[in-house]
């Protein structure tokens, strides 16, 4: 048998119930499950334009039971979630950080917390992962000064820019015959930096209109085609004839 006493908050003091059982067991567990371990979130890589709305962590539980989870931005903003899982590894997917409420770009702290079959809460695990959905690509780009290419600089032109947030120009400059050149440079971080990308060779690539197209991709893996342009590349001195 099992005897149960009531006290109320205001100190009423209820009936006590005495019960006796039918052979059966009651467990009690007033134990705290230990926290979960291994929290990795995004893969350990950024929050970008594109994964926002569906982000993934992974961890492992110590025991079976329900996970609560909290994914908050330095504005307190937060989105909360729970999800069944087993004793082991496990993975929470489709975090939306761009629905209602938005996170803030900027650094993400989660909380995740393990309640075991009782009702008992584990103690907190917490990781930080950055959130870059807005790309700032560089712009005013130019080939050499005048957007031309002459015998002077077919050799070693030079790819004109202003920079925007750190991250990695690739370039490809074709002609209409299908030759081309291509390539990749680092850009710092500074805003408004005027920049140079020298030593180009167009050595290879005919007369004429060429096409200068530019990819920028920041370190949160944003990626952005820039707008193309053409330039014209003329190294042939034509000499005038007197008969």
């Known amino acids: 048998s099992f005897t149960v006493d009531f006290t109320d908050l205001a100190g009423n003091i209820g009936a006590q119930v005495i019960q006796t059982t039918d052979g059966t067991s009651v467990s009690v567990d007033t134990i705290a499950p230990r926290a979960p371990g291994s929290l990795r979130i995004q893969g350990g890589l950024m929050i970008?334009?594109?994964?926002?709305?569906?982000?993934?962590?992974?961890?492992?539980?110590?025991?079976?039971?329900?996970?609560?989870y909290t994914l908050t931005d330095v504005r307190g903003n937060m989105v909360t979630g729970n999800q069944a899982v087993l004793n082991g590894a496990f993975i929470v997917r489709g975090i939306d950080t761009a629905g209602q409420p938005v996170l803030n770009d900027g650094k993400l702290t989660l909380t995740v917390t393990l309640i075991d079959p009782a009702g008992n809460v584990s103690p907190p695990i917490r990781a930080a992962v950055q959130k870059d959905s807005v790309l700032s690509p560089p712009t005013g780009l130019a080939l050499n000064k005048n957007n031309t290419v002459n015998i002077a600089?077919?050799?070693?032109?030079?790819?004109?820019?202003?920079?925007?947030?750190?991250?990695?120009?690739?370039?490809?400059?074709?002609?209409?015959?299908?030759?081309?050149?291509?390539g990749s440079a680092q850009l710092g971080g500074v805003s408004g930096q005027r920049m140079i990308i020298p030593r180009l060779n167009l050595s290879s690539l005919p007369d004429g209109l060429v096409t200068v197209s530019t990819t920028f991709t920041d370190p949160a893996l944003n990626i952005l085609q820039l707008p193309a342009f053409t330039v014209t590349k003329d190294t042939t001195i034509r000499l005038n004839t007197v008969s």
């Open 48 to 68: 970008n334009a594109v994964t926002q709305s569906d982000v993934f962590f992974e961890a492992t539980a110590p025991e079976a039971g329900a996970i609560r």
């Open 153 to 182: 600089s077919s050799t070693s032109s030079q790819l004109f820019l202003v920079s925007g947030e750190r991250g990695s120009l690739s370039y490809r400059i074709s002609a209409p015959g299908g030759q081309f050149i291509t």
